[in-house]
């Protein structure tokens, strides 16, 4: 004797359903979690950014002539900067740092600028 049972397993429908529910779940997860592998990198260049108008504030106040200076003086004459920022263009992890000053050193732009696809350059001044 048979028995009327229903059939084990799942329909076509219902992995189909199954299907489409965990590829809405990798559209949204997917793009958010290949975005965040950038963000430890650009929060190094924001660190540095302000480690930088940390540095011009400190050696605005120092000199008499109330002057910005550039990487070399703010590392040779400030000390306010690590030694190996003494150059004019400074590179950290993915991001190179540059630093131009206007014609009477009474303003000055910081940018910090990477290569990588995807990234996002930062300045300040």
């Known amino acids: ?13 219902e992995l189909l359903v199954g299907l489409v529910f965990i590829i809405l779940i990798a559209m949204i ?9 950038h963000t430890p990198s650009e929060l190094s260049a924001v660190a540095g950014l302000r480690t930088v108008h940390a540095a011009q ?3 605005f106040a120092m000199t008499p002539t109330g002057y910005f200076g550039d990487f070399i003086d703010l590392v040779q004459t400030g000390k306010v900067l690590p030694p190996d920022w003494a150059k004019e263009k400074v590179t950290v992890k993915t991001y190179t740092f ?3 000053r206007s014609d009477s ?3 000055y732009c910081a940018v910090a600028h990477s290569e990588e696809p995807g990234e996002k ?3 300040i001044g």
């Open 121 to 123: 350059d930062f300045g």
């Open 29 to 37: 997860t997917v793009p958010r979690y290949l975005s965040s592998k």
């Open 98 to 100: 540059t630093l131009t």
């Open 57 to 59: 504030q400190k050696y």
């Open 105 to 107: 050193f009474k303003r």
């Open 1 to 13: 004797m048979k028995r009327n049972s229903p059939r084990a397993g799942l329909s076509e429908v």
